[in-house]
Protein backbone atom coordinates (compact mmCIF):
# COMPACT_ATOMS: atom_id res chain seq x y z
CA UNK A 1 0.00 0.00 0.00
CA UNK A 2 0.96 3.88 -0.38
CA UNK A 3 1.47 6.23 2.26
CA UNK A 4 -2.29 7.54 1.12
CA UNK A 5 -4.05 4.17 1.25
CA UNK A 6 -2.72 3.25 4.77
CA UNK A 7 -3.76 6.73 6.40
CA UNK A 8 -6.93 5.92 5.35
CA UNK A 9 -7.26 2.40 6.04
CA UNK A 10 -5.20 2.10 9.49
CA UNK A 11 -3.68 -0.97 10.38
CA UNK A 12 -6.33 -3.61 12.13
CA UNK A 13 -4.42 -3.22 15.07
CA UNK A 14 -4.89 0.67 14.88
CA UNK A 15 -8.99 0.21 14.59
CA UNK A 16 -11.44 -0.84 18.08
CA UNK A 17 -10.27 -3.72 19.39
CA UNK A 18 -11.38 -6.85 18.34
CA UNK A 19 -14.08 -8.60 19.91
CA UNK A 20 -14.35 -12.27 20.92
CA UNK A 21 -17.11 -13.76 18.51
CA UNK A 22 -18.58 -15.32 21.85
CA UNK A 23 -19.01 -12.19 23.48
CA UNK A 24 -20.32 -11.06 20.29
CA UNK A 25 -22.77 -13.61 20.14
CA UNK A 26 -23.58 -13.60 24.30
CA UNK A 27 -24.04 -9.68 23.73
CA UNK A 28 -26.92 -9.80 20.70
CA UNK A 29 -30.10 -11.07 22.50
CA UNK A 30 -29.42 -8.19 24.86
CA UNK A 31 -29.19 -5.71 22.15
CA UNK A 32 -32.21 -7.03 20.61
CA UNK A 33 -34.08 -6.92 23.49
CA UNK A 34 -32.78 -2.91 24.24
CA UNK A 35 -33.47 -1.54 20.98
CA UNK A 36 -37.23 -1.82 21.27
CA UNK A 37 -37.27 -0.60 24.24
CA UNK A 38 -35.21 2.14 23.47
CA UNK A 39 -37.25 2.80 20.36
CA UNK A 40 -40.91 2.68 22.25
CA UNK A 41 -39.56 5.01 25.14
CA UNK A 42 -37.88 7.05 22.21
CA UNK A 43 -41.48 7.21 20.00
CA UNK A 44 -44.32 9.63 20.49
CA UNK A 45 -47.54 8.81 20.24
CA UNK A 46 -49.53 12.36 20.73
CA UNK A 47 -53.16 10.08 21.13
CA UNK A 48 -51.81 8.56 23.99
CA UNK A 49 -50.00 11.31 25.90
CA UNK A 50 -53.10 13.23 25.75
CA UNK A 51 -54.67 10.50 27.23
CA UNK A 52 -52.38 10.22 30.16
CA UNK A 53 -51.87 13.77 30.17
CA UNK A 54 -55.51 14.13 30.97
CA UNK A 55 -57.51 17.52 29.00
CA UNK A 56 -58.25 20.99 30.32
CA UNK A 57 -61.33 22.80 30.14
CA UNK A 58 -60.98 26.70 29.23
CA UNK A 59 -64.61 28.33 30.59
CA UNK A 60 -65.21 32.02 30.05
CA UNK A 61 -68.12 33.32 32.41
CA UNK A 62 -70.30 36.27 31.23
CA UNK A 63 -71.44 37.92 34.34
CA UNK A 64 -74.95 39.97 34.33
CA UNK A 65 -74.49 43.34 34.44
CA UNK A 66 -72.71 44.48 37.90
CA UNK A 67 -72.79 40.84 39.42
CA UNK A 68 -68.97 40.21 38.23
CA UNK A 69 -67.36 40.67 42.12
CA UNK A 70 -70.81 38.60 43.11
CA UNK A 71 -69.27 35.97 40.78
CA UNK A 72 -65.62 36.43 41.96
CA UNK A 73 -66.99 35.82 46.20
CA UNK A 74 -69.03 33.18 44.66
CA UNK A 75 -65.65 31.31 43.11
CA UNK A 76 -63.55 32.51 46.31
CA UNK A 77 -65.56 31.41 48.91
CA UNK A 78 -66.97 28.11 47.74
CA UNK A 79 -67.02 27.28 44.09
CA UNK A 80 -63.29 26.21 43.90
CA UNK A 81 -63.59 24.27 47.13
CA UNK A 82 -67.17 22.33 45.47
CA UNK A 83 -64.56 21.68 42.45
CA UNK A 84 -61.83 20.31 44.30
CA UNK A 85 -64.70 17.97 46.29
CA UNK A 86 -65.60 16.91 42.91
CA UNK A 87 -62.65 15.71 40.97
CA UNK A 88 -62.20 19.12 39.46
CA UNK A 89 -58.36 20.56 39.42
CA UNK A 90 -58.27 24.10 39.50
CA UNK A 91 -55.30 25.61 36.70
CA UNK A 92 -56.05 29.36 37.20
CA UNK A 93 -58.35 31.81 37.04
CA UNK A 94 -57.94 35.31 35.71
CA UNK A 95 -59.90 38.32 34.87
CA UNK A 96 -59.55 40.63 31.98
CA UNK A 97 -57.15 43.68 32.29
CA UNK A 98 -59.53 45.84 29.66
CA UNK A 99 -62.90 47.23 28.99
CA UNK A 100 -65.75 46.12 28.45
CA UNK A 101 -64.69 42.51 29.73
CA UNK A 102 -62.78 43.60 32.82
CA UNK A 103 -66.57 44.77 33.89
CA UNK A 104 -68.14 41.19 33.63
CA UNK A 105 -65.96 38.69 32.37
CA UNK A 106 -64.34 35.74 34.56
CA UNK A 107 -62.02 33.63 32.70
CA UNK A 108 -60.37 29.62 34.34
CA UNK A 109 -59.20 26.28 33.47
CA UNK A 110 -59.56 22.99 34.95
CA UNK A 111 -57.98 20.05 34.54
CA UNK A 112 -59.69 16.81 34.07
CA UNK A 113 -58.10 13.21 33.86
CA UNK A 114 -60.60 12.42 30.82
CA UNK A 115 -63.47 13.94 28.65
CA UNK A 116 -66.23 11.17 30.84
CA UNK A 117 -64.26 12.24 34.22
CA UNK A 118 -65.28 15.96 32.63
CA UNK A 119 -68.93 15.24 32.34
CA UNK A 120 -69.13 12.78 35.38
CA UNK A 121 -67.78 15.59 37.52
CA UNK A 122 -69.91 17.92 36.10
CA UNK A 123 -72.96 16.20 36.92
CA UNK A 124 -71.90 15.41 40.32
CA UNK A 125 -71.00 18.70 41.04
CA UNK A 126 -74.12 20.42 39.66
CA UNK A 127 -76.07 17.45 41.42
CA UNK A 128 -74.32 18.79 45.05
CA UNK A 129 -76.95 19.97 47.22
CA UNK A 130 -74.73 22.74 48.77
CA UNK A 131 -73.98 23.89 45.00
CA UNK A 132 -77.31 24.23 44.71
CA UNK A 133 -77.82 26.40 48.03
CA UNK A 134 -74.71 28.32 47.20
CA UNK A 135 -75.79 29.08 43.74
CA UNK A 136 -79.41 29.93 44.92
CA UNK A 137 -78.48 32.22 47.80
CA UNK A 138 -75.70 34.12 45.24
CA UNK A 139 -78.87 34.63 42.96
CA UNK A 140 -81.12 35.56 45.56
CA UNK A 141 -80.97 39.22 43.78
CA UNK A 142 -81.34 37.85 40.59
CA UNK A 143 -79.05 35.92 37.64
CA UNK A 144 -75.29 36.01 38.67
CA UNK A 145 -74.04 34.64 35.31
CA UNK A 146 -75.37 35.48 31.71
CA UNK A 147 -73.71 33.25 29.35
CA UNK A 148 -70.60 30.28 30.23
CA UNK A 149 -68.20 29.25 27.36
CA UNK A 150 -66.75 26.00 27.49
CA UNK A 151 -63.65 25.01 25.46
CA UNK A 152 -61.71 21.32 25.97
CA UNK A 153 -58.22 20.93 25.46
CA UNK A 154 -55.18 19.14 25.01
CA UNK A 155 -51.51 20.05 25.07
CA UNK A 156 -49.87 20.05 22.25
CA UNK A 157 -46.51 17.84 21.45
CA UNK A 158 -44.73 20.97 22.11
CA UNK A 159 -45.97 22.96 25.11
CA UNK A 160 -44.06 22.63 28.68
CA UNK A 161 -46.00 20.27 30.49
CA UNK A 162 -47.71 22.13 33.37
CA UNK A 163 -46.86 21.00 36.88
CA UNK A 164 -50.48 20.68 38.57
Excluded: C
Excluded at 117 to 123: E, F, S, V
Aim: cysteine-free.
Amino acid sequence: MDERQSEEFPAPSDRIPAVKRRTLLQALPAAALLSPSLWAARSYDAAAQQTSAGIYELRVYHAAPGKLSDLLARFRDHTIKLFDQHGMKSVAYWTPLDEPEKSNTLIYILYHPSREAAAANWKSFQDDPNWKSVRDKSEANGKVVEKVDSTFMALTDFSPPLHL
